[in-house]
């Protein structure tokens, strides 16, 4: 089934310690996101990558960094986690076209941060 | 600013009962909205609205969007206790650049109790 797929489901890392996370999709397609969702709160985005083209969120820390090597491939590196940062992170993916983009984004099970 | 209001933020219900979960917004360069179901995992796709007054529907959910009076509705009919979740409302709005993130509201957080 094409799906997305994110690793590890659970990652517990150390105040300061720099911590990659990870998502692939097989649904091929030239958009992928990263949102962080802290608890009972609503995903917020933090950055896209249309094929090759980073976008980032005027309000993302730059503590937080992504890599695209390939269209399968998303990484969320976290170059120094604080507290706040513990979350949960979510990848999702869509269809994007540049006459406009109405295709819903399908989202991986999400990633949750716990530093310590 | 734009700003998306989900009412109520709870609802607690029983089974079998009918409910109606609002979202309201004031959203520059409109593009579509989209209602997403988020149990203890990702949220999943329920649907996306882009005409006004045009339902759409699966099953026991239905939503339909007034872009005059810039509100959505959505409905689910004949509740289950696997209705439980959060329910979010996100919109997407058009900057030109053809791929733009959902913005979300809080949420609706509705339990039905058997």
């Known amino acids: 089934d094409a799906m997305v797929i994110q690793n590890p489901r659970y990652q517990v890392t150390q105040f300061g310690k720099p911590v990659t996370l990870s998502c692939s999709q097989t649904l091929n397609h030239n958009v992928m996101y990263w949102y962080q969702q802290k608890s009972s709160q609503a995903p917020k985005l933090l950055f896209h990558?249309?094929?090759?083209?980073?976008?980032n969120e005027a309000d993302t820390p730059d503590n937080f960094q992504s890599r695209r090597p390939n269209t399968s491939f998303c990484f969320l590196d976290i170059r120094s986690p604080g507290l706040g940062d513990a979350a949960m992170y979510l990848c999702a993916t869509s269809r994007g076209s540049a006459r406009g983009f109405y295709n819903e984004q399908f989202f991986g099970p999400g990633t949750r941060l716990t530093v310590l | 600013e734009d700003k998306v209001v989900q009412s109520p933020l709870s609802l607690v219900v029983h089974e079998g009962d009918t409910v109606t979960l609002n979202c309201s917004y004031e959203?520059?360069?409109?593009?579509?909205l989209l209602w997403y179901k988020q149990e203890k995992k990702a949220p999943t796709f329920l649907f996306m609205l882009?005409?006004?007054?045009i339902e759409k529907k699966s099953g026991r959910l239905s939503s339909i969007l007034d872009k005059k009076e810039l509100f959505s509705i959505l409905n689910i009919t004949a509740t289950q206790t696997g209705d439980s979740a959060v329910y979010l409302c996100?919109?997407?709005?058009?900057?030109?650049?053809?791929?733009?993130?959902?913005?979300f509201g809080k949420g609706t957080h509705l339990i039905i109790q058997p």
């Open positions: 959203v520059t360069n409109f593009r579509s």
């Open positions: 990558y249309y094929d090759k083209d980073f976008n």
């Open positions: 996100a919109f997407k709005m058009y900057s030109g650049g053809g791929a733009d993130g959902l913005t």
């Open positions: 882009t005409s006004s007054g």
